[in-house]
Every structure is written in C-alpha cells, then in structure tokens.
C-alpha cells in the first residue's frame, strides 16, 4: 500500500515470474525502483500490454492505453451517447481527454503545448489558475447554455 496524506492507496505489485525482482520493496524507504529496472522488467513477454508513468510523485506501472481520455470516452459510453462532458486541462497529458470532451477548457498556467492545441480550436484558455480557474469554466458553460448565474450581491445577470 501506498500512503499519501493520511489515505492509503492501492498498489500494483508486479511479481509473476521468479526471474524478476519485487518492484514494490525499494532499497530505501522512500527511494523509488530504477526507470531502467522497470523499462526492463516491462520488456517481458507476459507484460507487454504494461507501461510505466514517472513524476516527481512516484513511479506507477499501469495498463497501456490507458488515460484521461480512454477514461473520458468511456464515461461517455457509460452515461449515454447523448452526454455532453467537459473537462480543464493544463498540460500535454491532458490533451487526449480535451480531446474527447465537448467543452475543453485550460488553466492559465497551462503549457506551451496545450496552448498550441487551443489555437488550433482544440480548447478554450481560460483567464484563471487552479480553483478559479474551474469556477471560470462552470461560469463560461453556462453562459454559452444560456443559463443566468445568482452573483454573491444578489444581482443576476441575463443572457
């Protein structure tokens, strides 16, 4: 188990031939397993459908495609054909769920790359970062739904 911020997160352990090493118990106690140990331990016949995610959090070992846009087109299939997603993204791993929503969004801060993708239509660079940023997108979808929002001075706006 891997715990972080009070919760404790499930883990995949990888361990099904004896030939290969037990990803899961480090040298050190917050040391992460090499990149070129897992790249090797990946190259294995009986995990070719795995592929690895490295960042500064830790190292996961996940199914290959996958991600934040597989994962948006099934909710879309799940919820049914006529659902309308929206999602904000702010860096090039996002731009596959950008992708598949209806309404894509980006921070401010987002990167060079994603800002490449919005001049090209892919999405729409809000002026806010972070939580304001995602109050920023609820207030543009409804805007362009032609739905009017309660102010915090109690005046309404009209579309």
């Not at 050190?28 to 190259?43: F, M, N, T």
């Not at 309308?84 to 731009?95: M, P, Q, W, Y």
């Not at 939580?131 to 207030?139: F, P, R, T, V, W």
Request: charged share 25%; hydrophobic share 35%; glycine share 6%.
């Amino acid at each position: 188990m891997k715990v972080e911020h009070g919760r404790a997160k499930p883990q995949l352990v990888v361990r099904s031939a004896k030939h290969l090493p037990d990803l899961t118990t480090p040298s050190a106690p917050s040391a992460q397993p090499p990149l070129r140990e897992i790249r090797k331990v990946l190259q294995a016949p009986e995990f070719d459908r795995l592929t690895y995610i490295s960042r500064k959090s830790g190292t996961h070992i996940v199914q290959k495609q996958t991600g934040k846009g597989p994962a948006v087109r099934f909710v879309k299939r799940y919820i049914g054909s006529n659902a309308r997603l929206a999602a904000i993204g702010d860096s090039e791993r996002d731009i596959a769920m950008l992708e598949a929503c209806d309404y894509a969004y980006a921070t401010s801060g987002c990167s060079q790359v994603v800002r490449q993708f919005a001049k090209k239509g892919g999405c729409h660079v809000l002026k806010q970062y972070r939580q304001a940023a995602l109050l920023e997108g609820i207030h543009h979808r409804l805007r362009s739904d032609r739905v009017g929002l309660a102010l915090r001075d109690s005046n309404f706006w009209q579309v």
